[in-house]
């Protein structure tokens, strides 16, 4: 019982964090017609919410999983996307979670995650939640824990990777810090 709650908990938090944190900009944005200005809830189809809640909730049963004993926490595996999506020049509000991190403080990928920690010892999102990103050029980052902006052409691919597998990816055109 306390797993199913932690868990539906976490899905909650989730599609708040894309629908409330980062919405305060969006009416602004989409006026500009440059890109489309998403939140995380965005990103999953009609009835997805409710599909990964029942997901998590039957693997959390099956595996027994205890957030305290587990080293790796499973991902729940739905790469339903919202086809619209694809091809599109989007914004969208997120922490950065870099594949590689040098001193200099330079990425050229990364996963954009809706929120601090994002597959740290919790299951990650499941992949319509994350965002693999991918620069031309390496960006440079100021900090992990800073929520940032990220604009590009989303694509409907699946990425599959050690941190989280992702159901979009995104050609990333600019970063820029998050402010409200």
């Known amino acids: 019982m306390m797993r199913n709650t932690l868990l539906s908990a976490l899905l909650a ?3 708040l964090t894309g629908a409330e944190v980062f919405a305060a900009d969006r009416a602004e944005a989409q006026s500009t017609q440059e890109f489309l200005d998403l939140s995380w809830a965005d990103l999953l189809p ?3 919410a409710e599909r990964i809640a029942q997901l998590q909730q039957m693997q959390a049963i099956q595996n027994g ?3 305290f004993g587990a080293e790796r926490m499973p991902q729940v595996q739905t790469f339903n996307t919202v086809d619209a999506l694809d091809g599109q020049v989007v914004r969208m509000g997120g922490y950065v979670l870099p594949f590689d991190f040098t001193g200099s403080r ?3 990928r990364f996963l954009l995650v809706p929120y601090v920690g994002a597959c740290i ?3 990650p999102p ?14 440079q980052i100021q900090g992990l824990w800073d929520p940032v902006y990220v604009k590009g052409v989303m694509h409907t691919d699946r990425h599959d990777n050690e941190l989280g597998d992702t159901a979009y990816t995104l ?6 810090p998050y402010e409200s």
């Not at 319509?128 to 031309?136: I, P, R, T």
């Not at 050609?171 to 820029?176: D, G, H, V």
């Open 65 to 67: 999983m205890d957030h």
């Open 126 to 139: 499941p992949p319509n939640q994350l965002v693999y990103v991918h620069a031309e050029e390496p960006i």
């Open 121 to 123: 010892h919790v299951p």
């Open 46 to 48: 009609e009835g997805e």
């Open 13 to 15: 938090f989730t599609a």
């Open 171 to 176: 050609e990333l055109t600019e970063i820029m």
């Open 106 to 108: 330079e990425i050229s």
